[in-house]
């Protein structure tokens, strides 16, 4: 889940679980305080009547109800004595019992009256909710229960009513909350985003870029600096081990050509034994394949510091031609079958002189790599809106699945020993790659169909490759 779901999830949660807390108390205050009003109502003609009983001495016929808070017929009012004997009833106790077992001082109760009989704003199945509650005096001599029950029932449905209300400003506001959150958590996130973006586009290539500083010295601004410190050690790094293997290289070029060449002169002798001459020849295969390498490193280190490319239209089916007509000669000698099965042109822009290397490289290690006899080699080619997309296959033992994703790492290499054997440097593929991405092209190698490994190189089309 990304940071930003979750802090949509933990501010909306937060905020939701607040409004609804909030709305709960405010509904229960506004629930709870009508009926304390009814309540002290109801005690107040409780305490009124009582007065009126007291003063009857407890004969109906006595009672004088004039003058009472409120009119008696609109509530539902028992009162009886001690031994139970009623001292009062109003005219709803006719129609109902409001009588309960319990022994609390106030309580709801529903109870069902047609509208026939009478009107107390019954609901349409006849309902009515009355509020009760219950006065008991002791006077020493005299115990007396009043129990006092007025319908509500237009008050349960304004409740009921701003129950609805609440619970779809709930909603209304709920979804406002996951909104605004979601927003929130973009604006909070914005300057990472920045910095991830940023980070992004700094590579090998690009280590001169930094991750711009924001206004505040906040704790993003401090992830900036300390990046961007990163980033200058690293590219400190990177520019000294460039440095160290252009100037080695360089320096190692003389010392071995110095060396190939007396070499030869030795070999020039006649002189020499049989044995001496096998043993300046190893010599001088060893030191051909040093200056192999030599020549490698200071390739990737020229195009590792300079990264420029001198574009030019050019076509790769005769790019490829002419690869394969400087290895006629290596090809006849290894018994090596050539399929070019390009058939069309393959226009592109890029440096004619560093693809010609690319496809060198790539043809090199098809038949170095190749079978000891009777190999293949097949290249295909097409072209699209987009780019051009080149498929060289070669016969050859199948590269192990874990080893696929290194090949294009600096001397590394499947086999080491047979490697060693065909005098690979384990240069040439990461110089092929770094071509292509020169190029902003992609290469990858796979084991192919009928026992060949495939290598599939795509070349952006007529489109200026970006320049550094």
Known sequence: MKIRKKITIWISGAALLSTIVFSSIIFWELSEEPFKLIDEENQHMAKTLAERIRAARGVM????LDDMPYDPDHYWIMAKDGAGRILYSSKLTEFTDLTLSTKKARYLIERQIPRSQIWLQQDNNGDVMFRVTVFRENTGDQFMEIRIGKPVEDLEEELIELGIHIGASLFLCATGIVILSHVLAGRILRPISTIINQSREISDRYLDKRIPLGKNR????????????????????????????????????????????????????????????KSMIKQLETSRRMSHLVKNLLDLSRMEQQETLHTD?????????????????????????IQNQIRSALPVMGDSEKLFRLFVNLIDNAIRYNLPAGGEIKI?????????????????????????????????????????????????????RKIVILHNGRIEISNG????????????????????
């Open 449 to 468: 169909p009928d026992q060949m490994i495939q290598t599939t190189v795509w070349l952006p089309g007529n489109r200026y490759p970006e320049q550094t």
């Open 218 to 277: 906040d704790e993003l601004y401090e992830l900036s600096v300390a990046l961007n410190t990163m980033i200058d050690r690293i590219q400190h790094s990177f520019n000294r081990q460039r440095e160290f293997i252009g100037n080695a290289s360089h320096e190692l070029k003389s010392p071995i050509t110095l060396m190939m060449l007396a070499q030869e002169d030795v070999l020039m002798s006649e002189n020499l034994s049989p044995s001496a001459e």
């Open 380 to 432: 295909k080619g097409t072209k699209s809106k987009t780019g051009v997309c080149v498929e060289i296959l070669n016969s050859g033992s199948k590269i192990p699945e874990q080893d696929i994703p290194r090949l294009f790492e600096q001397f590394y290499r499947v086999e080491k020993s047979r490697s060693q054997a065909l005098g690979g440097s384990g240069l040439g593929l990461a110089i092929a």
């Open 313 to 337: 239209q050019l076509d790769l089916s005769e790019l490829i031609d002419r690869v394969f007509d400087d290895y006629t000669d290596v090809l006849a000698e290894k018994e090596i079958r």
């Open 61 to 64: 016929d006595g009672l004088n």
